[in-house]
């Protein structure tokens, strides 16, 4: 598959994404055309980089850097970005001239994902406010942990999904 394909092996998750499959935001080659484009748009650093995907996205996803900096080091091994340091070790990633042919060549797609990351996401109306992601977060770390602990008696097993289909009704009616 080439890096700007706007979709997954299964051909049916856009390069920006959320949810579903994994919880990832990008599918495959979304992301490095976005750190391009930012990186075109004005040279940065890759905190910098993840602030401001953040910030595109309303708040509802922030890179990690494990996601950010390997990226940012495969754009630089194609040529698309140079790399300097500055004072204090940070680097700063500057667009080459190959890399702002590449951007012109997938300037439709590099729309596309900047404007999917407008709307907050494919799907959905808008950023999801901070407070229900971290409860959804809070929800699933929960379930994990319980679910990867002593083994579940029956009533137990029933105790929790009792709790999780009468939350399922309340947000349901809300």
């Given at each position: 598959m080439k890096d700007f394909d706007l979709?997954?092996?299964?051909?049916?998750?856009?390069?920006?994404?959320?949810?579903?499959?994994?919880?990832?935001?990008?599918?495959?080659?979304?992301?490095?055309?976005?750190?391009?484009?930012?990186?075109?748009?004005?040279?940065r650093h890759g905190y910098e980089l993840i602030k401001a995907i953040e910030e595109r996205l309303g708040g509802s996803y922030s890179p990690s850097p494990g996601v950010i900096y390997p990226t940012l080091t495969l754009l630089e091994e194609m040529g698309h970005v140079t790399v300097s340091t500055e004072s204090g070790g940070r680097k700063l990633h500057t667009v080459t001239a190959e890399g702002r042919e590449h951007l012109q060549a997938h300037q439709g797609e590099v729309d596309a994902l900047l404007a999917r990351m407008a709307e907050g996401g494919p799907g959905r109306g808008g950023p999801r406010p901070a407070p229900v992601e971290r409860a959804v977060h809070n929800l699933r770390h929960a379930l994990h942990m319980r679910l990867a602990g002593a083994p579940l008696d029956t009533e137990q097993i029933h105790a929790i999904a009792d709790v999780l289909d009468e939350a399922a009704r309340r947000i349901e009616r809300l």
């Open positions: 979709l997954d092996p299964r051909g049916a998750s856009p390069a920006l994404r959320r949810g579903g499959g994994g919880g990832r935001v990008f599918g495959h080659g979304g992301l490095r055309l976005v750190l391009l484009r930012l990186i075109a748009d004005k040279p």
